[in-house]
């Protein structure tokens, strides 16, 4: 096969077909072709084949384990998949430190999450609201079947609006509030939206009322993942003295002004806060992937809370009363702790039975406190002795490896950059050394 030639059918190939074109149209090293294999796994892999679409291999993550969580007087134990080395260490050394300190107070605002049906119609929006009660009633009736299951579970749909696009002429949108219990409410959201959409355009279309503007066209319908009203707020509070373990060179006051300072910095300023909710998300989407949650509609939504000011903010803001620190998180995490991966993927139900089977607002309780503790330990770092200290020294195994160096220099490298400045070009310097010494 050609190289830049198109791929016809590929899907319809067997794995082993799948490998065969892929390496006679690459030409990739022989090592690709091992690597594909070696990462098979040996009983499971139908099972890993079936979530995803013209699987030939596996990729691995580390699966971590940060412990001394405690989350509303409860203790955790959270599994985090993270491929930076630093972020595992950080979430349990500031979960330990605020163990010891009240632990993480987390509270659920609301759990209220949204679905858009669009259309187009050339009449005006103050007549679609005057038919609210019918509407009400198409809503209901299209979807009482699709939500039999969900309403026994004590959510459903709890409302609707509707509202015309900003700068698009007849552009509408029903915009409808759903519940959705234990489950992140993807399919249940869409599959509700569809149910409504022929019989909506239907009642606009016979009605005399409304059809004399012309007809109503489905343009389309889908879940939102932006969820402003399903968010989490996360608290930890201690008295200033009682931060001196994290302070460092600083007194615990000047430690506590310098991390509010550097908070307030990504309150103001986007370049910075982007970076510091960054750190945020080092722990949330750890213990989303673990979770088998989808980390892309969460990193959406909440992105796009943090620019809900017209301006991209920090999503942790600092308090210092007197002699009390304060520190708090607000984010919108849309999870689920039934449906999707969740009985599929073996690693996810070992994530869920090591946080004792949580449901969907105990998770979000446990991966806010997560994204909190890696943020705290990552400006602790920043305000105090700089990222690179502890950033390299954990990064300093990758290195060795990344360098192929045996146990022996492994074991040598760790002791000599106890107390040194960790960089590649040094870890590189250092085994060279070892070897003319050797
Ligand atoms: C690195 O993964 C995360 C940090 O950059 C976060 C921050 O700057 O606050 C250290």
Known sequence: MQKNSVIKGF?????????????????????????????????????????SENTVSNYYLPFSLAPNFLVNDQMYIVPMVIEESSVVAAASKAASFWAKNGGFQVRVKDTIKNGQLFFQWNGPVSLLQEHSNQIENIIEKASSEATINMRARGGGITGFEIKPIDNMNNTYQLLVKFKTANS???????????????????????????????????????????????????????????????????????????????????????????????????G???????????????????????????????????????????????VPLALGTVGGLTNIHPMVKNAFEILGNPGAEELMR???????ANNFGAVTSLVTTGIQKGHMKLHLGNILTALNATEEQKTKALAFFADQTVSYSAVQTFLEETKQKA
Do not use: W
Request: proline share 4%.
């Open 11 to 51: 899907s319809k190939l067997n794995r082993d077909e799948k490998i065969r074109l892929l390496m006679e149209y690459l030409k990739p090293s022989d090592q690709v072709e091992i690597n594909l294999n070696r990462y098979l796994h040996p009983t499971d892999q139908s099972l890993f084949d079936d979530i």
């Open 184 to 282: 992140m409410g993807a399919n249940f959201i869409n599959t509700c939206l569809e149910l409504i959409s022929t019989p909506l355009m239907d009642f606009i279309n016979t009605t005399p009322a409304l059809n004399k503007f012309g007809q109503a066209e489905h343009i389309m319908s889908i879940l939102s993942n932006y969820t402003p009203e399903c968010v989490v707020e996360c608290k930890v509070e201690c008295s200033i003295e009682q931060l001196a373990p994290y302070s460092g060179t600083f007194s615990p006051q000047e430690f506590a002004k310098r991390f509010k300072t550097g908070v307030d910095i990504a309150i103001n300023d986007p370049y910075r806060a982007v970076t510091h909710n960054k750190g945020i998300f080092n």
């Open 284 to 330: 949330i989407d750890a213990v989303v992937l673990a979770t088998g949650n989808d980390f892309r509609a969460v990193e959406a939504g909440a992105q796009a809370f943090a620019a809900r000011s017209g301006q991209y903010r920090s999503l942790t803001h600092c308090k210092i009363d007197e002699n009390t620190f304060t520190y708090t998180l607000e």
């Open 366 to 372: 446990i991966v806010a406190a997560a994204g909190m």
